[in-house]
Nanobody, 127 residues
């Protein structure tokens, strides 16, 4: 059973930093793509970043480029999202997601969603 458990959310001021973690289990980590999605209150879910676990290829949406960094530790089956220079518009519930690797581009996966999601962790950026 695929399980994804997020942690690291919290309240931070504008310009601050947070590190989110996604602990994965129940599947062969190196065979999957892991992504981060977020959903602000009253908004639709938005794909933020994704990483191919076996080769480290990664993608970011434009609004977070230069501020967010996605990485993985294959020895711990964990994916991280380091967020810096946070802005109030980054506020939302952040979800870790996973999908078995395929030729589908990371951009497309972030646009249309992945197969598995965690329960999310709340990030609140105060102005």
């Amino acid at each position: 059973e695929v399980q994804l458990v997020e942690s690291g959310g919290g309240l931070v001021q504008t310009g601050g930093s947070l590190r989110l973690s996604c602990q994965a289990s129940g599947f062969r980590f190196e065979s999957f793509i892991i992504g981060w999605f977020r959903q602000a209150p009253g908004e639709e879910r938005e794909g933020v970043s994704a990483i191919v676990t076996w080769d480290g290829d990664r993608y970011y949406i434009d609004s977070v480029k230069g501020r967010f960094t996605i990485s993985r530790d294959v020895t711990k089956n964990t994916v991280y999202l380091d967020m810096s220079d946070l802005k109030p518009e980054d506020t939302g519930v952040y979800y870790c997601a996973a999908e078995r690797w395929s030729s589908t581009s990371l951009r497309t996966l972030l646009l249309y969603g992945m197969d598995y999601y965690g329960k999310g962790t709340l990030v609140t950026v105060s102005s």
